[in-house]
Every structure is written in C-alpha cells, then in structure tokens.
C-alpha cells in the first residue's frame, strides 16, 4: 500500500514531523508520500482557492506523476481540513484511493460552527496571526492541539524553522478558512473511510467526526486523551486503529 499525506489548515507536509517514519513501519506500507496544498509550503507562493476543490485537482496532477512511478494500490490519510480534501477526492475520483484516514475533521453541515472550530481556537489564531516571535507563535498554537505530549525544545524548534522558511501569507490562510469553512460532507464515497478523533480536541470537537461517521456509515474510534493533533499526540493508536481496521482482519 502507498500512502499520502494530506495536512491541515495552515499547515504544510513538513508538519507531519515524525509520523510518516510511523506509518512507513507498517507490514502493509509500500511508500509514504506527503504532498502541500496552494498557499503553504513548497506552494507558499500561490493563491489558496476558496474552494476545496481546487486544492485538490492541484495535488492530484501531482500525485498522478507519483502513481506512474509507484506501482500498487493508494490509500490517503487527511488530518482536518485534509480529510476535507481526502474526501472530496474520494467523492469525486471514486477509484483513486482504497482507503481513507481522516483525523479530526469536519463538514459544514457536520457540526454547529463553534464545534468546528471553537472560541477558545479563534481567539488564539486571531492572535497569534500577528505575533513575529515564530517560536512563541508555535508553542501557543501547539499547546492548543497537542494534549498528550510535552512540547519539546525540538518540536518547537522544527516548527519555528517550518515558518521561516516557508511563511505563510495571512490573506491565504483566510482563504483556506473559508474553503474550510463551506465545505460540505459528500453523500458517499466509494472508499473504505475510518474515522479517528481525539475527545480532548479543542479545535474541532469530537461529534463532528461522529455525525461523518453516522452518515458515511463508517468506523469511527475515539481517542478519549488526544487532542487536535493526533499524529503529535499519539502516533502509535493511529498506526493500531489502521492496522487494526483495515489489515489483521485479512
């Protein structure tokens, strides 16, 4: 199985940090591939459509050129506004992917907007989008989505790094809220999608992920400790639940 990586709001490949080294253990990996949206990382440059949509017939010019050079069949995992995009790719190019990961994420009509991104989330990012201290910046953010971990010297070193080489533009990440924020649950998708969220989750909350589930008629696990950033939080659940769901059976 081949796996890409799709991020979240703001965030580019380079966020994952360690999780693909943790998703390429598994027996079923064959090579994990982590790819920006418009408007961050290596794409930094670009305009963020305000279409999720867009964002994605973007990546998937570039994900073609890597199915041509990486035989065997595709999985995506998407955490947040990247499962927005993992499922709209799945709606709409029904046979690209066999599975589909999607990490605390949400739909307009699958929550209230303070369950999509709560009070204290937009107070903090409404700050922080102008705050220079890029380290600063990052050990408030991450204080916000990580429950589970302390935040180290090296984490918060990586990320500061992330944003100085790579910043990104405040009018694109507007951009990316309002795709984020119009962006609507397809009625089905062809791929098997798991459904995995943390209940400490302090930006988007749990029950928006298990209203997606009620509605695809797909699996859904509860981390009862994790926040926002499951990959940060725990790695190792997330790499059980995939195992778990889609291979011990078989």
């Not at 867009?54 to 995992?77: A, F, H, Q």
């Not at 010297?153 to 080489?165: G, H, I, K, R, W």
């Amino acid at each position: 199985m081949n796996w890409l990586l799709l991020r979240g709001l703001a965030r580019d490949s380079r966020h994952w940090y360690e999780f693909p080294e943790y998703v390429e253990k598994m027996k079923s990996t064959q090579k994990v591939f982590a790819i920006d949206y418009l408007g961050v990382g290596s794409k930094n440059d670009e305009k963020s459509p305000l279409k999720i949509s867009d964002y994605v017939e973007d990546m998937r010019d570039e994900w073609l050129k890597l199915k041509e050079e990486n035989e065997g069949p595709w999985s995506v995992i998407g955490i947040s506004m990247g499962g927005m995009m993992a499922l709209d790719w799945c709606e709409r190019h029904a046979d690209d992917f066999e599975h589909a990961v999607l990490l605390n994420t949400s739909t307009s009509d699958s929550g209230k907007i303070y369950h999509r991104m709560s009070l204290e989330a937009m107070r903090t990012f409404s700050k922080l989008i102008f705050n220079k201290n890029h380290r600063e910046r990052e050990r408030k953010a991450l204080s916000l989505t990580v429950k589970m971990k302390d935040l180290s010297d090296d984490l918060l070193d990586a990320y500061a790094t992330y944003f100085e080489e790579r910043p990104l533009n405040r009018v694109n990440f507007v951009r990316q809220l309002i795709a984020a924020s119009h962006y609507r649950l397809p009625k089905k998708v062809k791929a098997d999608v798991l459904l995995l969220a943390g209940k400490q989750d302090k930006l988007a909350h749990y029950k928006c992920s298990v209203e997606i589930s009620k509605r695809l008629g797909a699996t859904l696990e509860l981390h009862e400790q994790a926040g926002h950033d499951l990959p940060i939080d725990d790695p190792e659940w997330i790499i059980k639940k995939i195992e778990e769901h889609y291979f011990d059976s078989k």
